[in-house]
């Protein structure tokens, strides 16, 4: 069952706010994301960014929708939502593109993740692709 978000809208425009360098694709621009709350027992995810497309998107004006699972979302920690959400909005992404009439228009993607791995993956084998050594990096300044 879904439900209207507006804490998390509220609380996307917030990170949207503090880290547009990060999200160029949704800071300022005119992308429309709906955000919902799936109330279920059980969830594969904690959030999801999807595209809406074509007739449907025509029809709700949204670009994006972004569900959360309320059941993680009540008990969570603030900067875990915050993460959360920077993490779902990363995933839109704008393609700038040419109509054969020669105007630019935005097609909006999905982003996709950044490396996909087991930690096993680093601990038995390095950093054997450049964005194992970007993730080292980033722990290095961490630490
Ligand atoms: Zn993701």
């Known amino acids: 069952m879904y439900s209207e978000a507006e804490e998390v809208q509220q609380l996307a425009e917030v990170v949207i706010d503090q880290h547009g360098d ?3 694709d949704v800071y300022g621009t005119a992308c429309r994301i709906k955000y919902l709350f799936k109330d279920s027992k059980k969830s594969q995810y904690l959030g999801k960014c999807s595209r809406a497309t074509g007739k449907w998107a025509h029809l709700v004006a949204t670009d994006y929708v972004i569900e959360i699972w309320l059941q993680w979302w009540k008990d969570a920690l603030p900067n875990a939502k915050k993460a959360l959400l920077f993490h779902e909005l990363r995933h839109i992404q704008s393609v700038e593109k040419e109509t054969p009439e020669g105007d630019l228009e935005i097609n909006w993607k999905i ?3 950044d490396a996909e791995m087991f930690v096993d ?3 038995l084998f390095g950093t054997w692709l450049p964005v194992h050594t970007e993730i080292l990096e ?3 300044e961490l630490s």
Do not use: G, N, P, T
């Open 22 to 24: 990060s999200l160029q």
């Open 111 to 113: 982003r996709k993740h």
């Open 121 to 123: 993956d680093i601990a």
């Open 138 to 140: 980033v722990c290095k």
